[in-house]
Protein backbone atom coordinates (compact mmCIF):
# COMPACT_ATOMS: atom_id res chain seq x y z
CA UNK A 1 0.00 0.00 0.00
CA UNK A 2 2.54 2.30 0.71
CA UNK A 3 4.32 1.53 -2.75
CA UNK A 4 1.41 2.78 -4.29
CA UNK A 5 0.64 5.92 -2.20
CA UNK A 6 4.42 7.28 -2.80
CA UNK A 7 3.78 6.45 -6.29
CA UNK A 8 0.55 8.30 -6.22
CA UNK A 9 2.52 11.90 -5.05
CA UNK A 10 5.20 11.52 -6.82
CA UNK A 11 2.59 11.56 -9.83
CA UNK A 12 0.42 14.04 -8.44
CA UNK A 13 3.85 16.30 -7.78
CA UNK A 14 4.81 16.49 -11.31
CA UNK A 15 1.31 17.70 -12.40
CA UNK A 16 1.06 19.88 -9.17
CA UNK A 17 2.23 23.89 -10.17
CA UNK A 18 2.60 26.02 -6.52
CA UNK A 19 0.95 29.86 -7.21
CA UNK A 20 1.71 32.66 -5.29
CA UNK A 21 0.42 35.72 -5.25
CA UNK A 22 1.87 39.30 -3.94
CA UNK A 23 0.08 41.57 -1.29
CA UNK A 24 -0.80 44.83 -2.62
CA UNK A 25 -1.05 43.68 -6.28
CA UNK A 26 -4.39 43.21 -8.60
CA UNK A 27 -3.60 39.50 -10.05
CA UNK A 28 -7.47 38.42 -10.34
CA UNK A 29 -9.59 41.04 -12.10
CA UNK A 30 -10.43 43.65 -10.23
CA UNK A 31 -9.52 42.30 -6.79
CA UNK A 32 -6.55 43.11 -5.16
CA UNK A 33 -4.85 40.76 -2.72
CA UNK A 34 -5.06 42.23 0.61
CA UNK A 35 -3.11 39.61 2.63
CA UNK A 36 -2.04 35.36 2.81
CA UNK A 37 -3.76 33.26 4.73
CA UNK A 38 -2.22 30.28 5.92
CA UNK A 39 -0.13 27.95 3.06
CA UNK A 40 -3.27 28.27 0.50
CA UNK A 41 -5.51 31.14 1.16
CA UNK A 42 -5.28 34.08 0.28
CA UNK A 43 -7.75 37.38 1.63
CA UNK A 44 -9.10 39.70 -2.01
CA UNK A 45 -10.59 43.05 -1.41
CA UNK A 46 -14.01 42.72 -3.01
CA UNK A 47 -16.39 45.31 -4.14
CA UNK A 48 -19.49 46.25 -2.48
CA UNK A 49 -21.89 44.37 -4.95
CA UNK A 50 -19.68 41.21 -3.49
CA UNK A 51 -20.26 41.84 0.03
CA UNK A 52 -22.27 38.39 1.02
CA UNK A 53 -19.41 36.67 -0.42
CA UNK A 54 -16.75 35.33 1.78
CA UNK A 55 -13.73 36.94 0.89
CA UNK A 56 -10.83 34.24 1.33
CA UNK A 57 -10.13 32.31 -1.11
CA UNK A 58 -8.41 28.61 -1.73
CA UNK A 59 -5.29 29.23 -3.92
CA UNK A 60 -6.79 26.79 -6.24
CA UNK A 61 -9.77 28.78 -7.09
CA UNK A 62 -7.60 31.85 -8.16
CA UNK A 63 -6.24 32.67 -11.37
CA UNK A 64 -3.60 35.21 -12.60
CA UNK A 65 -4.87 37.93 -14.41
CA UNK A 66 -2.84 39.13 -17.32
CA UNK A 67 -5.29 41.27 -19.21
CA UNK A 68 -5.59 44.86 -19.29
CA UNK A 69 -7.76 47.25 -17.33
CA UNK A 70 -9.23 48.21 -20.45
CA UNK A 71 -10.88 44.54 -21.13
CA UNK A 72 -11.81 44.16 -17.50
CA UNK A 73 -15.62 43.83 -17.20
CA UNK A 74 -17.16 46.49 -15.01
CA UNK A 75 -19.23 45.19 -12.19
CA UNK A 76 -21.52 48.10 -12.44
CA UNK A 77 -23.48 46.70 -15.08
CA UNK A 78 -23.80 43.14 -13.24
CA UNK A 79 -27.23 42.15 -11.45
CA UNK A 80 -27.43 39.42 -8.61
CA UNK A 81 -30.29 38.30 -6.95
CA UNK A 82 -30.59 36.88 -4.13
CA UNK A 83 -28.91 33.34 -4.68
CA UNK A 84 -25.60 35.41 -6.12
CA UNK A 85 -26.74 34.10 -9.47
CA UNK A 86 -26.72 36.51 -12.39
CA UNK A 87 -29.76 38.10 -13.15
CA UNK A 88 -29.79 39.44 -17.30
CA UNK A 89 -31.95 42.00 -18.19
CA UNK A 90 -32.73 42.80 -21.78
CA UNK A 91 -31.44 46.03 -23.52
CA UNK A 92 -33.98 46.51 -26.57
CA UNK A 93 -36.55 43.72 -28.37
CA UNK A 94 -35.66 44.06 -32.16
CA UNK A 95 -38.46 42.73 -34.62
CA UNK A 96 -42.11 42.45 -34.68
Do not use: W
Amino acid sequence: MQAVRDRQKSYADLKRKPMEFQVGIKYIGPFKVLEKVGEVAYKLELPKELSRVHNTFYVSNLKKCHADEPLAVPLDGLHLDDKLHFVEEPIEIVGP
